[in-house]
T-cell receptor
């Protein structure tokens, strides 16, 4: 099956710093990737749709200047949390669209961000 | 506001018992998916149902999609401790997923 990786798997940073999270599709090309955020004991909330070679589409309420998304190649999308604050602490999960008949999304293992 | 309502929120049963998780929405979806998520990991797709009234079986798991394509259920027969996890339903429209709040299932040995 298709594999999606994320790096790092966890990160701890100081308030005010920026953190970059990578999402890679390892054995398929993905023109579209998605970024989700999941708070403890809650469901996944879609943050943005990342499109290769074009600007990301952000969901309502998500600050595009705070959560910078770059989808520079068909196998890599990055999410940068700029000037992170403790309330940005969360589990960030990416997925990549497979292009199959069901347009299945394959999810990465997630990145745990803790902002001190 | 969650587009998809899941019930129950928590479920704790003994090994060997059956369980059913429900997923309801006022919206129609082109398809509906069920995922299972372990703590600290991403969700893993279990099944996609597309046709209203569809029933799919995967070993001890049975998935149903409502006739109107607004609701779905997941039934597990003879649950095992390995079935423990967070079960999420997700409605699919235009490649986007809208997740339900999830049902935490605990199967005690």
């Amino acid at each position: 099956g298709a594999v999606v990786s994320q790096h790092p798997s966890w990160v701890i940073c100081k308030s005010g710093t920026s953190v970059k999270i990578e999402c890679r599709s390892l054995d398929f090309q993905a023109t579209t990737m998605f970024w989700y955020r999941q708070f403890p004991k809650q469901s996944l909330m879609l943050m943005a749709t990342s499109n290769e070679g074009s600007k990301a589409t952000y969901e309502q309420g998500v600050e595009k200047d705070k959560f910078l998304i770059n989808h520079a190649s068909l196998t890599l999308s990055t999410l940068t949390v700029t000037s992170a604050h403790p309330e940005d602490s969360s589990f960030y999960i990416c997925s990549a669209l497979s292009g199959s008949s069901y347009n299945e999304q394959f999810f990465g293992p997630g990145t745990r961000l803790t902002v001190l | 506001t969650q587009l998809l309502e899941q019930s129950p929120q928590f479920l704790s049963i003994q090994e060997g018992e059956n369980l059913t998780v429900y997923c309801n929405s006022s919206s129609v979806f082109s398809s509906l998916q069920w995922y299972r998520q372990e703590p600290g990991e991403g969700p893993v797709l279990l099944v996609t149902v597309v046709t209203g009234g569809e029933v799919k079986k995967l070993k001890r798991l049975t998935f149903q999609f409502g006739d109107a394509r607004k609701d779905s259920s997941l039934h597990i027969t003879a649950a095992q401790p390995g079935d423990t996890g967070l079960y999420l339903c997700a409605g699919v429209n235009d490649y986007k997923l809208s997740f339900g709040a999830g049902t935490t299932v605990t199967v005690r040995a």
